[in-house]
């Protein structure tokens, strides 16, 4: 899996935008950007993945650049029970047969902070 | 739709006994996997399970094991356990086709 690289921390305040970049520049064609995050003590929470185009649903946005070398996960309107850590993950979806890749390779990822 | 369980949520083992711990997936999710999350090392990869098979394993000692059953239930074993293996052990379930993991809330292990 390719490796990922994210700021270590980052400050949001509440009801903004919280744009969080992660540079991805090795990736594979066939692999996929993926972002989870873990509020404190709680197992992780998918939020949203993508190959190539932007994609959005009920939780955020991801913005995928044209060369795939990095991407933006955009929190619309950030709440205080957005803070988390926010990871940014890169692997291969599936492997022949269908079924998928279940290993999931964790960085250090971002700790956000959403302010009053 | 019920979410990934596990069981029990918190745990207290002397160094040298030994441990299960169980994951229940999904309803019609296959696929299960188990991290261990340290202060210090963060969210590893254990291994992954699909259809009673271990399909890949990181890289732990062979006093990790586990195992999954027809129903696609999970559980994960650690003997002889050493100090360093206090941590939250968490267990993430996907339907094998689907692009998603889904977490548990993780069991909390203390060696004392």
């Known amino acids: 899996d390719a490796k990922t690289t994210q700021p270590t921390s980052m400050d949001c305040a509440e009801g903004r935008a919280a744009n969080l970049p992660c540079n991805h520049s090795t990736i594979s064609g066939n692999e996929y950007v993926y972002w989870y995050r873990q509020i404190h003590s709680q197992g992780p929470q998918y939020i949203i993945h993508g190959l190539k185009n932007n994609e959005t649903n009920e939780m955020a946005s991801l913005i995928i650049t044209e060369d795939r070398k990095s991407s933006t996960l955009i929190l619309p309107h950030a709440t205080l029970r957005d803070t988390a850590v926010y990871y940014c993950i890169v692997r291969v979806a599936f492997r022949a047969g269908g079924t998928s890749y279940g290993k999931l390779t964790f960085g250090q990822g971002t700790i956000l902070t959403v302010h009053p | 739709k019920a979410g990934v369980t596990q069981t029990p949520r918190y745990l207290i083992k002397t160094r040298g006994q030994q441990v299960t711990l169980s994951c229940s997936p999904i309803s019609g999710h296959r696929s299960v996997s188990w991290y261990q999350q340290t202060p210090g090392q963060g969210l590893q990869f254990l291994f992954e399970?699909?259809?009673?098979?271990?399909?890949n394993k990181g890289n732990f000692p062979g006093r990790f094991s586990g195992r999954q059953f027809s129903n696609s239930r999970s559980e994960m074993n650690v003997s002889t356990l050493e100090l360093g293996d206090s941590a939250l052990y968490l267990c993430?379930?996907?339907?094998?086709?689907?692009?998603?993991?889904?977490f548990g809330q993780g069991t909390r292990l203390t060696v004392v």
């Open positions: 399970y699909f259809s009673e098979t271990q399909r």
């Open positions: 993430a379930s996907s339907s094998g086709t689907s692009r998603e993991a889904f």
